[in-house]
T-cell receptor
Framework: SQTIHQWPATLVQPVGSPLSLECTVE??????LYWYRQAAGRGLQLLFY??????ISSEVPQNLSASRPQDRQFILSSKKLLLSDSGFYLC?????????FGPGTRLTVL | GNSVTQMEGPVTLSEEAFLTINCTYT??????LFWYVQYPGEGLQLLLK?????DKGSNKGFEATYRKETTSFHLEKGSVQVSDSAVYFC????????????FGSGTRLLVRP
């Protein structure tokens, strides 16, 4: 069965610091991968998706970036965090039938 | 473009009450439709889905019917429990190869004993 790992589970970072969130998937090959953000009390916003290694599509302009160095690894990064980057970050993998979500990373920028 | 509209919450019900959470969508063609549930502090779990018009998705006592004529996918449950307290998201899947999901804003359900 498929499993999605995300780490860290929680993170507190100062404004202006860098960010790296990692997501890995097990039990599937060549999945589509996704990064979503959920701001406090709000819905889910798709940030990036990837249909293959090195292929990244950005949905929303922002100071975040994503990379997919391996088939089952998806990384979300920032060079300088903003207060508005606080939120709950969810990684997901999907195929033509459905999407499966990881446990999420709660990021607080102070 | 594609979009999903959900009723705003929070929805507060007593245990064993009937639940309806409205969801309507705008899309080109006939996308697959989903309901996801998010329990406090957790990620999203697929609750149910429907892939074509008139399909009924069901799971854990929840049901939703894909209504093409009204472009709706309302979530219902006949008798809610305290353990159903969570945030519910309606979503549709893009019909291109990205398979990305477009979510509604979510509806928080609070069930009181």
């Amino acid at each position: 069965s498929q499993t999605i790992h995300q780490w860290p589970a929680t993170l507190v970072q100062p404004v202006g610091s860098p960010l790296s969130l990692e997501c890995t998937v097990e039990g599937t090959s060549n999945p589509n991968l996704y990064w979503y953000r959920q701001a406090a009390g709000r819905g889910l916003q798709l940030l990036f998706y990837s249909v293959g290694i090195g292929q990244i599509s950005s949905e929303v302009p922002q100071n975040l970036s994503a990379s997919r160095p391996q088939d089952r690894q998806f990384i979300l990064s920032s060079k300088k965090l903003l207060l508005s980057d606080s939120g709950f970050y969810l990684c997901a993998w999907g195929d033509r039938d459905e999407q499966f979500f990881g446990p999420g990373t709660r990021l607080t920028v102070l | 473009g594609n979009s999903v509209t959900q009723m705003e919450g929070p929805v507060t019900l007593s245990e064993e009450a009937f639940l309806t959470i409205n969801c309507t969508y705008t899309a080109t063609g006939y996308p697959s439709l989903f309901w996801y549930v998010q329990y406090p502090g957790e990620g999203l779990q697929l609750l149910l889905k429907a892939t074509k018009a008139d399909d009924k998705g069901s799971n854990k006592g929840f049901e939703a019917t894909y209504r093409k004529e009204t472009t709706s996918f309302h979530l219902e449950k006949g008798s809610v429990q305290v353990s159903d307290s969570a945030v519910y998201f309606c979503a549709l899947k893009a019909m291109d190869s990205s398979y990305k999901l477009i979510f509604g804003s979510g509806t928080r359900l609070l069930v009181r004993p």
